[in-house]
């Protein structure tokens, strides 16, 4: 996976999450989850700054620079 595909599946992926995953705790956990293994595939963590606060929270639990 490029990394611009892994941050557009996520952009795309996210109101779905927010929908099936209401818990807070839980959400937070697998967007971080799911955030690292995507990096792990190449995607830039960065890209997805400033897209949701939430997000931010588990990409700077990942320790994932401003790009």
Do not use: T
């Amino acid at each position: 996976m490029s990394w611009l595909a892994g941050a557009a599946l996520f952009r795309e992926m996210w109101p779905l999450i927010q929908k099936h995953i209401p818990e807070d705790d839980f959400r937070a956990d697998f967007v971080r989850d799911l955030l690292s293994l995507l990096m792990n595939c190449d995607m830039e963590g960065a890209d997805l700054r400033h897209f949701h606060a939430e997000i931010d929270e588990a990409l700077d639990d990942l320790d994932v620079g401003e790009g």
